[in-house]
T-cell receptor, first 114, second 114 residues
Framework: GAGVSQSPSNKVTEKGKDVELRCDPI?????LYWYRQSLGQGLEFLIY????????KSGLPSDRFSAERTGGSVSTLTIQRTQQEDSAVYLC????????????FGDGTRLSIL | QQQVKQSPQSLIVQKGGISIINCAYE??????FPWYQQFPGKGPALLIA?????SEKKEGRFTISFNKSAKQFSLHIMDSQPGDSATYFC?????????????FGKGTKLTVNP
């Protein structure tokens, strides 16, 4: 596709459930990022993938959060045992290669935990 | 520790006026400074970016001013239009080495009155 695609666009789930969020980066982009945007806050880095290198997981807030990137393309962010504080917009971005900017963002998944 | 401080939180200007948003950073390793524009329900979109080898960059009505010694940079929107009403985020990253993750300010909600 022409841009970064994220699905679902909205997700409502009950506290304690697991959720999976999907990101399809721009074709040919090898760098992929996940960010979280909480209400009234800036964007907070979560995790970074670059090719076959080990991901930078330094931004993941707890061990309930994990992400994978299969085949160097699509990425899935998984949140286990969701809590109300996980409610936020989860944004994915990609860039052409490591060290290149800009990062291009998708429209995000708005996650609401009841 | 907030590494990029952005002000003001909100800004109201009249059509045709100048909008000015300021950011300050702490990490001297930062060497790429983008500004993103975000409309409700959409992901951030790159507006303009600067590297510290220049003190100013202009693209149409948008100008970044950069002061390396003060570790500050600002966005100026000339002839502001109602269509410019959005949330603006400054960001910074060390673009060489590491994950090049963006560190964002908390955003400025700009309202341009007709």
């Amino acid at each position: 596709g022409a841009g970064v695609s994220q699905s679902p666009s909205n997700k409502v789930t009950e506290k304690g459930k697991d959720v999976e969020l999907r990101c399809d980066p721009i074709s040919g982009h090898t760098a992929l990022y996940w960010y979280r945007q909480s209400l009234g806050q800036g964007l907070e880095f979560l995790i970074y993938f670059q090719g076959n290198s080990a991901p930078d997981k330094s931004g993941l807030p707890s061990d309930r959060f994990s992400a994978e990137r299969t085949g160097g393309s699509v990425s899935t962010l998984t949140i286990q045992r969701t809590q109300q504080e996980d409610s936020a917009v989860y944004l994915c971005a990609s860039s052409l290669v490591r060290g290149s900017q800009p990062q291009h963002f998708g429209d995000g998944t708005r996650l609401s935990i009841l | 520790q907030q590494q990029v401080k952005q002000s003001p939180q909100s800004l109201i200007v009249q059509k045709g006026g100048i909008s000015i948003i300021n950011c300050a950073y702490e990490n001297t390793a930062f060497d790429y400074f983008p500004w993103y524009q975000q409309f409700p329900g959409k992901g951030p979109a790159l507006l303009i970016a600067i590297r510290p080898d220049v003190s100013e960059k202009k693209e149409g009505r948008f100008t970044i001013s950069f002061n390396k010694s003060a570790k500050q940079f600002s966005l100026h929107i000339m002839d502001s239009q109602p269509g410019d009403s959005a949330t603006y985020f400054c960001a910074a990253t060390p673009s060489r080495g590491g994950s090049e993750k963006l560190v964002f300010g908390k955003g400025t909600k700009l309202t341009v009155n007709p």
